[in-house]
């Protein structure tokens, strides 16, 4: 069974930083492109950013390019989300989601609010 | 960016059949292949996958669910609507970055 566990959120003041974490079993996880999508409260998603199986392509929103970084380790079976100068407008629920051509499995979500 | 519409809510009798529409800014067509998926989200759920490229019905999903469409205007039907279905639905687009969610479909009961 393909699972798909975040963790990592919290509160946050403005301007600070965090590192968001997903677990992947249940499949081979060096085999697929992975993403974060988030969604703010009583609002739509929104696409964050990808990264390829290998590490070697990878794309990001222009809303979080230049402050959020996405990496992998597929020793450790993890995706990671390190999200730097956060402000108020990235309080979301954030998913990590496998990739083939859709988004096929979700996990959870962990929530990050950014405020003072 | 490529911008997906979608109406804001559909309300729906059960056992009828709803139509939700998407549509594109741009051709999201490629070699055949319409990069165009839906999703289910449930209140306090993660999203769920119910279409991919186009027309193919996930893994598990009922058949009651159906997609149709190309270039720049989709579809997705659910036939007949079931209590369980009441959600909202989202069509997303992975023909180009960055990828682009319509802004959401919530189906309501008529």
């Known amino acids: 069974e393909v699972q798909l566990v975040e963790s990592g959120g919290g509160l946050v003041q403005p301007g600070r930083s965090l590192k968001l974490s997903c677990l992947a079993s249940?499949?081979?996880?060096?085999?697929?492109?992975m993403n974060w999508i988030r969604q703010a409260p009583g609002k739509g998603l929104e696409w964050v950013a990808s990264i390829s199986s290998s590490s070697s392509y990878i794309y990001y929103a222009d809303t979080v390019k230049g402050r959020f970084t996405i990496s992998r380790d597929n020793a450790k079976n993890t995706l990671y989300l390190q999200m730097t100068s956060l402000r108020s407008e990235d309080t979301a629920l954030y998913y990590c989601?496998?990739?083939?051509?859709?988004?096929?499995?979700w996990g959870q979500g962990v929530m990050v609010t950014v405020s003072s | 960016d490529i911008v997906l519409t979608q109406s804001p809510a559909l309300a729906v009798s059960l056992e009828q059949r709803a139509t939700i529409s998407c549509k594109t800014s741009q051709n999201v067509d490629n070699y055949g292949i319409s990069y165009m998926h839906w999703y289910q989200q449930k209140p306090g759920q993660q999203p769920k996958l119910l279409i991919y490229e186009g027309s193919n019905l996930a893994s598990g999903i009922p058949a009651r669910f159906s997609g149709s469409g190309s270039g720049t205007d989709f579809t997705l039907t659910i036939d007949p609507v079931e209590a369980d279905d009441i959600a909202t639905y989202y069509c997303q687009q992975s023909k180009d970055y960055p990828r682009t969610f319509g802004g959401g479909t919530k189906l309501e009961l008529k």
């Open positions: 249940g499949f081979t996880f060096s085999n697929y492109g």
């Open positions: 989601a496998r990739y083939t051509t859709a988004f096929d499995y």
